[in-house]
């Protein structure tokens, strides 16, 4: 079993920033990489950003400058620096782990339930 679990969310005004946080848990024996989606109303789900456990990093084109990842191999953690939000970044923000449970196991993707942001003045 491998719980994924989001926090940080909330409503801020456009120009604030937010931290997600984003934490795997369970059986693992190693992650992959981890990355976040996010889901506005009546719109398909977007990759925002990823990260690998090397830290090589990828961002969607609207959140390059703005928005920076980071993981804590460790603590099985990852983050998300939300900068100079906009109304547009309003969404559910959706966290995956992709994780092997065992040495033989090809690793799959493991979600969260996600965690609401609002940016609206």
């Known amino acids: 079993q491998v719980q994924v679990v989001e926090s940080g969310g909330g409503l801020v005004q456009p120009g604030e920033s937010l931290r997600l946080s984003c934490a795997a848990s369970?059986?693992?024996?190693?992650?992959?990489?981890m990355g976040w989606y996010r889901q506005a109303p009546g719109k398909e789900r977007e990759l925002v950003a990823t990260i690998t456990s090397l830290s090589r990093t990828d961002y969607a084109d609207f959140v390059k400058d703005r928005f920076t990842i980071s993981m804590d191999n460790a603590k099985m953690s990852m983050y998300l620096q939300m900068n100079s939000l906009k109304p547009d970044d309003t969404a559910v923000y959706y966290c995956?782990?992709?994780?092997?449970?065992?040495?033989?196991?090809?690793?799959?993707?493991?979600w969260g339930q996600g965690t609401q942001v609002t940016v609206s003045s």
């Open positions: 995956y782990a992709d994780v092997k449970v065992a040495f033989w196991d090809q690793g799959r993707h493991y």
């Open positions: 369970g059986t693992i024996f190693i992650i992959n990489d």
